[in-house]
Every structure is written in structure tokens, then in C-alpha cells.
């Protein structure tokens, strides 16, 4: 039993108030190197979107709410073969995840049933990828639209030709730089990792 005890001494799920070289999770505290810094959150402007990677659009059918959807190469974009995930490198941002699209059917039912009102609201879509909950709320009213992936890439190749595919007025032919979207939201769009403060 005194030895059950000791082990339980030495294991820390928390660590105590006056320990500041701890995370303050004990699980997760670690005397490894640090590792080197992530690079800082940034903002990629519309005319940043890239012009030597092909976007093709196509539509994708969400219980009957038709959306467009960008599809480029990840071979093209980051030289990778088509890969999910590369740690560090590439956080999947060029895939289209089914949860993106359960998230948006899940939002338009309960903007149908009268649960959920998006008019004038904030929205910040982490990891977005594609874009397409934050495109949706952007169509259904929302004031300020913030897109952020982990790849600036994700946002100059696919995130921005996506909302361009899908918000700008019909009157303008589609452009790499335009910024005349068919909406008065604001809507920006930031690289980093969730770690920094946008």
C-alpha cells in the first residue's frame, strides 16, 4: 500500500499554484525542450489570393442548400501527394471534412426551425478550410466573418477563391483580386495557429 501511495504522490494531474515553470496541467507538464516557435497569426488580404495554383469550382449539395466548393491540387499548393496531414506543414486545410459540411446542414435547420438567427452576428471559423459554415453564415446575415487556417496556402488558394465563388456580386466576372462581395459584412481572413490571439 505505501508503495500504491508513493506512486500516486509523484503523479500530478495538477500542478500547485506556485509552480510557474508548469503549463499547470500536470499531465500535459513536461521537462523536454521547448519547442521552436510557431509563426505569428497574419492576415491574408484578398489580393494575396493565389493566381499560379488552378482552383476548379464545383457545387456541393448540403440538404438542398447548393454551395460552391474550390478543389486544388495538394501536390500543386504545398508539393505534397495527397496528403491529410503533415505536422507543422500542412493541417489539412485543402481537404473538404465532412464535419464542414454536417456543421453547415446543421446551421441552416436550425436557422429553418427558427433556433438559431446568424443576422448580425460575429462568426470566426477555425481551421476553415473551404469556408463553407462561414460562407453560409455570411449568406443568412452575419455582420463580421472571420476565416483562419493554420496555412496562409489554404486561405490565398482555396478559402478566398471560395468566398469569391460564392459571395461576389453576379454582376463581376470571376477574379483573383476582387473584393466587391454581394454583402456589407465584414468579412477578413487569418493564417496562424490557434495559439495567438487574432
Not at 513536461?30 to 510557431?38: D, N, R, S
Not at 493566381?51 to 476548379?56: D, I, P
Not at 446543421?106 to 459554415?133: A, Y
Request: charged content about 20%.
Amino acid at each position: 500500500m505505501a508503495a500504491k501511495q508513493s506512486e500516486l504522490e509523484t503523479f500530478r494531474l495538477f500542478s500547485s499554484p506556485n509552480d510557474k515553470s508548469q503549463l499547470g496541467l500536470g499531465f500535459l507538464d513536461f521537462t523536454e525542450k521547448p519547442l521552436p516557435p510557431l509563426p505569428p497569426c497574419v492576415e491574408v488580404v484578398p489580393s494575396e489570393v493565389s493566381s499560379s495554383v488552378k482552383c476548379t469550382v464545383e457545387p456541393v449539395n448540403l440538404n438542398g442548400l447548393t454551395l460552391l466548393k474550390g478543389r486544388v491540387s495538394t501536390q500543386e499548393v504545398f508539393a505534397l501527394s495527397n496528403s491529410d496531414l503533415v505536422p507543422g506543414k500542412y493541417e489539412g486545410g485543402l481537404k473538404l471534412w465532412e464535419g464542414s459540411q454536417d456543421l453547415v446542414k446543421v446551421l441552416r435547420s436550425e436557422v429553418q426551425d427558427g433556433k438559431l438567427l446568424l443576422t448580425g452576428k460575429r462568426v470566426l471559423e477555425l481551421g476553415c478550410g473551404h469556408g463553407l459554415p462561414g460562407i453560409f453564415a455570411c449568406l443568412e446575415g452575419a455582420a463580421v466573418i472571420h476565416f483562419q487556417d493554420f496555412n496562409a496556402e489554404v486561405l490565398q488558394c482555396l478559402t478566398i477563391p471560395n468566398v469569391n465563388a460564392n459571395l461576389l456580386k453576379k454582376s463581376k466576372p470571376l477574379a483573383t483580386d476582387v473584393t466587391e462581395w454581394n454583402t456589407r459584412a465584414e468579412i477578413r481572413f487569418f493564417a496562424g495557429d490557434w495559439a495567438f490571439p487574432m
